[in-house]
């Protein structure tokens, strides 16, 4: 049984197993066949997304809805593109989207990539090196600094947490510091590297 990439009556992009597409159990409104290539696939794919969501949002009457149909598309392709297609992974990826303000991160290198994952990541990371310090544990990318007081000033202390773009991979994956995280990092056929918490 061979299988295609298809795009089903909901926008969105499955595999297609039918022994004949377009016929018997498939429900699927195209298919990528006949030596289509994936960027050929891909703007007919945008391009009915697009048709969908402007008669979505013409039998809504509302230019928001529109707008915010579009983004919605674009940002469950994304997704898509970020899990390799993995439908269970698609779905872990999208709750962590919408319940706990994680983004899908995408760059055109491996390097543009990296900035943008410590970019995003870098105050959680912080704020989970402090709260490891605070309870006393040791953690290699952050440290306690102790100011002795004075006659009329007390003891206090800082924290110093310290780490690089390279480290944010290695922080992100290490459960004893940052939980409920597991960055699934890929480079998809569109060519872009992408990055999205799987937990």
Wanted: some cysteine; overall charge negative.
């Amino acid at each position: 049984m061979t299988k295609v990439k298809a795009l089903n009556k909901d926008g969105k992009i499955t595999w297609c197993t039918a022994k004949v597409p377009g016929h018997g159990n498939c429900n699927h409104v195209m298919h990528q066949i006949n030596g289509m290539t994936d960027e050929q696939f891909q703007q007919s794919v945008d391009e009915y997304n697009e048709k969908l969501a402007k008669e979505t949002a013409e039998s809504c009457n509302n230019s928001s809805t529109y707008d915010r149909l579009v983004e919605d598309m674009l940002n469950d392709y994304s997704v898509y593109q970020a899990v390799g297609g993995d439908e269970e992974l698609f779905r872990k990826a999208k709750y962590n989207i919408e319940n706990n303000d994680d983004e899908v991160l995408s760059a055109d290198t491996r390097e543009g990539l990296d900035k943008k994952i410590y970019d995003f990541y870098q105050d959680a990371i912080e704020d989970a090196v402090i709260d490891k310090l605070d309870n006393g544990d040791d953690c290699e990318y952050g440290r306690v600094i102790e100011h002795a007081g004075g006659r009329d000033v007390p003891d206090d202390y800082e924290y110093k947490v310290s780490f690089k773009p390279s480290d944010v991979e290695n922080i992100l994956e290490d459960d004893s510091i940052v939980s409920n995280m597991k960055l699934n990092i890929t480079k998809a056929d569109d060519g872009k590297y992408y990055a999205v918490n799987i937990y």
